[in-house]
Nanobody, 125 residues
């Protein structure tokens, strides 16, 4: 059973930074791409960032490109999302996710099988 647990959210002022963590228990992260998504109230869940299974390729939503950085540490079973220059539009519940298929890439939340409970990020202007 794969379990993902996010942490690191909070309330910050615009322009500040946060680092989100996602730790897994159960099945391994290895050989799986990992992704972060977010969902604001009244909106659909949207893709934020993805890192490939080797940690050598990353993808970002245009809205966060240049401000957010995804990384992974398989030895510690963790994936991170470093968020800088936060804006009020970044306010959302942030989730990490994994597919059941190895080595595959998707930016659609419907293609992901395992989710954490989310961590809330609130950015005040």
């Amino acid at each position: 059973q794969v379990q993902l647990v996010e942490s690191g959210g909070g309330v910050v002022q615009a322009g500040e930074s946060l680092r989100l963590s996602c730790v897994r228990t159960g099945a391994t992260f290895s050989n799986y791409n990992m992704a972060w998504f977010r969902q604001a109230p009244g909106k659909d869940r949207e893709f934020v960032a993805l890192i490939d299974w080797r940690g050598s390729r990353t993808n970002y939503a245009d809205s966060v490109k240049g401000r957010f950085t995804i990384s992974r540490d398989d030895a510690n079973n963790a994936v991170y999302l470093q968020m800088t220059s936060l804006e009020p539009d970044d306010t959302a519940n942030y989730y990490c996710a994994r597919r059941w298929k190895q080595f595959t890439t998707s930016f659609s939340p419907g293609d992901y099988n395992y989710w954490g409970q989310g961590t809330q990020v609130t950015v005040i202007s």
